[in-house]
């Protein structure tokens, strides 16, 4: 069983999924209970049948990218960090890592993708923090006892700097109406970029029941149709034979490389499609 990880847009009136908090309608006066949604079944079908639900943003797969995600603080330091500027930074507890996640607004609903960024720190994160020059501080705890947490330091408090040079990243993902488009911190090379065998896509997405986590299910493979770099070669335009409504795509970009002819420093990227571009 997994657990469903998620970063979640706080919308006023809005429902966010758990029915439990319907128990506090009988208290108020102005608001009027929504639909209950069915269990067992998927976010999107629920979706069309409760005005009210609004989906997770990002979903982070467990394990694949956290599994007790925490802290968490958007990029405002205007490039002095790097690349990233505008993108949240999260940290995970258990796996003692730090991600990142793009945000965009598609049919007026919240959705993005989710990144790796750093691994190895050395306790439980329960926080991070931007300092007024741009450095990411992140902090916690492990007491190793009853929750399991890969970094063993009883405490720690680390700072992460950009040291100035630019790594080879996807910076972001945007969804299209026949796929996805693809930016990069630095250009691509165009030959390994223009072959869809460069990119491998699966897809899934989850039980919404009331029961305590779920598998991925319902996966999809769906075939890269098409690569085209830009002139500049910072973004590739991927068109895929199908883009799934309701699903994490799970992206693996191990085939790209750069002008320079060296490999992504992360080549998995995982988007939640919560809607998909009329154009």
Request: glycine letters at 8%; charged letters at 20%.
């Amino acid at each position: 069983m997994e657990w469903l990880l998620s970063l979640k847009h706080l919308k006023p009136g809005s429902f966010l999924g758990h029915p439990a908090s319907y128990n506090w309608y009988a208290f108020t006066k102005d608001l009027k209970e929504p639909v209950k949604p069915n269990s067992n079944s998927r976010m999107t079908v629920e979706r069309s049948r409760v005005a009210e639900l609004v989906p997770p943003a990002v979903r982070f797969p467990y394990i694949k990218m956290g599994r007790s995600i925490s802290g968490f603080r958007l990029d405002q330091s205007g490039g002095k960090f790097g690349p990233f500027s505008g993108q949240f930074f999260l940290g995970d507890y258990t796996l003692s890592i730090v991600l990142r996640a793009s945000t965009e607004q598609v049919n007026g609903v919240w959705q993005g993708a989710c990144y790796p960024f750093r691994e190895g720190l050395a306790t439980g994160l329960m926080n991070v923090e931007f300092s007024p020059q741009g450095q990411l501080v992140v902090g916690g705890f492990t007491t190793n006892t009853q929750w399991p947490v890969r970094g063993t330091a009883p405490f720690a408090l680390q700072r992460i700097d950009w040291n100035g040079v630019m790594p080879f990243e996807v910076k972001e993902i945007n969804i299209r109406p026949d796929g996805f488009v693809l930016t990069f911190t630095s250009p691509v090379d165009p030959k390994t970029a223009a072959d869809p065998a460069s990119y491998a896509v699966t897809t899934y997405t989850h039980v919404y029941h009331a029961g305590y986590g779920s598998p991925e299910v319902d996966q999809t493979a769906p075939r890269v149709l098409k690569a085209v770099p830009s002139a500049d070669g910072l973004s590739v335009r991927l068109t895929l034979e199908k883009v799934e409504l309701g699903h994490i795509h799970d992206f693996d970009f191990a085939g790209v490389r750069s002008s320079t002819g060296k490999p992504l420093l992360h080549t998995k990227a995982y988007y939640t499609v919560n809607e998909i571009p009329l154009r």
